[in-house]
C-alpha cells in the first residue's frame, strides 16, 4: 500500500465531520489529525454523508461512536467517481481506522482514539468496501459499502 501524508488538517477542521475505521497496525495515535492515504485520482461529488468540495472532489464523513462500540455511523455510502476524501473521527478510547477496498484499490487512515483521520483515494465506478483494519472490528461488524458512480 503506497502512502502519502498530506496536509489536510485545515480541511479536517473546516469540514469538522466524522468517519469511522480501524488501522490494521493496532497503533493508537491519540488526538491525530489530517492523515492521509491517497491512490491516484479524477474528480468528482458525492452524497449518502458526502458532500462536493471544492475542485470538484468528494468529502465523507464517516465516525464511530463515543461509546467505544464497533460500529460506523453508516454502512453504506455513496460518492461519484474520482478523487474521495473520507474524514474519520473517533470520539472513543477504542481504537479505530477506515480502511477502503476494492477494483485495486486498498487504502487506510491512521489508527486513532479519541481523534480524526482521513483518507483520499481515487474511486472509479463500482461498489467497494470500507471496514474498520483493527484486529477483530471488521468481524464484529464494523463494515459497510461504498458505492460510487
Do not use: W
Not at 73 to 102: L, R, Y
Not at 110 to 135: M, Q, R
Amino acid at each position: 500500500m503506497h502512502t502519502r501524508v498530506l496536509g489536510l488538517a485545515a480541511l479536517v477542521a473546516a469540514f469538522a465531520l466524522a468517519a469511522a475505521g480501524c488501522g490494521g497496525d493496532d497503533n493508537s495515535d491519540n488526538g491525530s489529525s489530517g492523515s492521509s492515504k491517497q491512490s491516484s485520482g479524477a474528480s468528482g461529488g458525492g452524497s449518502g454523508g458526502a458532500s462536493a468540495g471544492g475542485g470538484g472532489a468528494s468529502m465523507i464523513s464517516l465516525s464511530a461512536p463515543a461509546s467505544g462500540a464497533l460500529k460506523f455511523d453508516k454502512s453504506s455510502i455513496n460518492a461519484k467517481a474520482g478523487k474521495v476524501t473520507i474524514n474519520f473521527d473517533n470520539p472513543s478510547q477504542v481504537p479505530h481506522a477506515v480502511e477502503v477496498e476494492g477494483n485495486g484499490v486498498e487504502e487506510e487512515t491512521k489508527t486513532v482514539t479519541n481523534g480524526k483521520a482521513s483518507v483520499t483515494v481515487d474511486l472509479k465506478k463500482g461498489k467497494y468496501e470500507f471496514y474498520c483494519p483493527v484486529d477483530g472490528h471488521r468481524q464484529a461488524g464494523m463494515e459497510g459499502t461504498l458505492t460510487v458512480g
